[in-house]
Structures are given as C-alpha cells and as structure tokens.
Nanobody, 122 residues
Framework: QEQLVESGGGLVQAGGSLSLSCTAS????????MGWYRQAPGKQRELVAR???????SYADFVKGRFTISRDNAKNTVFLQMNSLKPEDTAVYYC????????????????WGQGTQVTVSS
C-alpha cells in the first residue's frame, strides 16, 4: 500500500518556526518529485514547495525566503522548515509525491498524505 506519513505541525505564534516531515512507503515506481501543498478554510489547495529527485526546487512566492524544502532520497523523506510564520500561513499542509506511471505511456501518479494542521496565532 502506497502511503505518506506526515509529522510535525501544530500551533505557533507569529514569527515562530515549525518543521514538517513526510516519509513515503510502498511506492511502486520511481518518485519524480516530492512536495508540500496547503489548504486554508474556504480556499483551494495550493502548492507551497516541491523538490525533484535531482534536487531542483521551486517555491510559491508567498513562502520564498521563509520556508526551506529538502529531501532525503535514500529514505524517501521530504522536509519543510518553516520560519517567520505568519497567521496567513495557517492551513492544513499536505505532503504529495508524483511518481512514474503504472504502465508504459501512462500518466504519472500522485499520492497524498493525510494532512497536518499548522496554526499560526497573531
């Protein structure tokens, strides 16, 4: 069974820091990239950051300079270090991977974690 297990998150005051981690297990093919999305109440899920197997990183503009994504390929684990947190960062954060297709010429497959709550108080 393909599974993403997230840890971290919680409640922090504005300006504080939190760390998230996510470990993938049972993944059936090579992972193209690992990343984090978030969804605040009443809003659509949005990309926060992602990192490819080769180490290429992209960030959403609203976290540049504050969040850092990293990855341990050997352990299929992705991390998100969040600094200088703001109340508007409050959301459920979801780990996501995209892996190779299940069959030749098939589409890549996305797997999602269960989500972890991050709450930033003002």
């Amino acid at each position: 069974q393909e599974q993403l297990v997230e840890s971290g998150g919680g409640l922090v005051q504005a300006g504080g820091s939190l760390s998230l981690s996510c470990t993938a297990s049972g993944i059936r093919s090579s992972i193209n990239f690992m990343g984090w999305y978030r969804q605040a109440p009443g809003k659509q899920r949005e990309l926060v950051a992602r990192i490819t197997s080769g180490g290429e990183i992209s960030y959403a503009d609203f976290v540049k300079g504050r969040f850092t994504i990293s990855r341990d390929n050997a352990k299929n684990t992705v991390f998100l270090q969040m600094n200088s947190l703001k109340p508007e960062d409050t959301a459920v954060y979801y780990c996501n991977i995209q892996r190779a297709a299940d069959y030749e010429f098939g589409p890549p497959v996305r797997v999602w974690g269960q989500g972890t709550q991050v709450t930033v108080s003002s």
